[in-house]
């Protein structure tokens, strides 16, 4: 009977930035800008990997891969952020905000099932490097990859139905500026809403654990392959083609646990707000700069190939 006087919903309100009234068109305006460059970055990436033949090999395959989730992730959340900041309706759709919480789990997740997989790449060039065309063919690559993406689009799914499994009745307002699990768990009725949200953390968790555990264990490996190197040129050399990897990692993996590992506790709207931002902004504009600028090979590549489109008279003198 409790149950049958509620309304059920059919549409959320996004309320996250309600808490920064005066700042919405400054933040429009700087995570525009942050969004065209994460878009641009990525974009530079996979055109310099695509016409530097020099390129062609299974790190920078996976390089683009990664490229091509992050664009898509930050297309799943970005455009409807920043078309919120700018409204003053802020409400979406029950189905749109299923699409956006699959498609942001699914491409979040491919990025870290990715970014092991790159561990392991660094840690056979490395610690096996006779066996590296062996152990990483193009086939052996394309299932690499495959498996990443096949693993993200089930995390998204299961993520995904579990949430929305659930009866909304009630209130409808989303404290954050994207379908997030955490604030729609908060909006949930019934009896089965501790189980799922027990068992969507543990899921969730479990992965991102899992997959940092194995750059860990990559790492590991190849530190003390590394470390076996004479010459401090070779050892130097060596850890030069793990540094934009073992960056970005720490950068994902950071942001990743202050949203995922934050103690259970009142948190403020301005506090769950900044910390999504972290995550959903900062961690994407940050990647291609430092694969970018941490990445000899690739730094080159970019300088080769656009110098020469651009002054191609200056090449040719050269």
């Known amino acids: 009977m409790q149950r049958a006087n509620h309304s059920t919903v059919t549409q959320f309100i996004l309320i996250g930035f309600s808490a920064f009234p005066h ?25 310099t990997v695509w016409s530097e033949r020099s390129l062609h090999t299974p790190m920078y395959l996976f390089l683009c891969a990664l ?3 992050e664009i898509l992730y930050t297309v799943a959340i970005i455009p409807r952020m920043l078309a919120d900041l700018l409204s003053t309706q802020h409400s979406i759709a029950f189905l749109a905000c299923a699409s956006q919480m699959f498609f942001s789990f699914s491409f979040g997740f491919t990025h870290s099932f990715l970014l092991t997989v790159m561990g392991y790449d660094r840690y056979v060039a490395i610690c096996h ?15 690499l990859v495959g498996c990443s993406w096949a693993g993200g689009l089930v995390m998204g799914m299961v993520v995904t139905m579990a949430i929305f499994h659930l009866t909304f009745c009630g209130r409808n307002e989303i404290h954050h500026f994207a379908c997030h699990v955490p604030p729609l768990l908060k909006l949930a009725c019934g009896d089965d809403v501790l189980v799922v949200a027990k068992g969507v953390g543990l899921v969730c968790i479990t992965a991102l ?11 590991a490996f190849i530190v003390a392959a590394i470390l076996k190197i004479p010459s401090a040129e070779g050892r130097n050399k060596a850890f ?15 942001f990743a646990s202050v949203i995922y590992l934050k103690p259970k506790g009142p948190q403020s709207l301005e506090g ?23 990445n000899k090979e690739l730094k080159v590549a970019m300088k080769k190939t656009f110098f020469s489109k651009l002054y191609p008279e200056k090449n040719v003198m050269m």
């Not at 400054?26 to 996979?46: E, H, K, P, S, W």
């Not at 006779?130 to 086939?139: A, D, E, H, I």
């Open 209 to 219: 654990l899992g997959c940092f555990l194995l750059i860990l264990l990559s790492y």
């Open 129 to 143: 490097p006779l066996r590296y065309n062996v152990l990483m063919s193009p086939w052996g690559c394309t299932c």
């Open 272 to 294: 769950d707000t900044l910390m999504g931002i972290t995550y959903t902004v900062l961690t994407p504009f940050l990647s291609p700069i430092i694969f970018s600028l941490r």
């Open 23 to 47: 700042l919405q068109l400054m933040l429009f305006l700087l995570f525009l800008l942050m969004y065209l460059f994460t878009l641009l970055g990525n974009l530079l990436i996979m055109a």
């Open 67 to 69: 490229s091509i989730s």
């Open 240 to 254: 030069s083609t793990c540094a934009s990897h073992l960056t970005v990692v720490v950068v994902h993996y950071g």
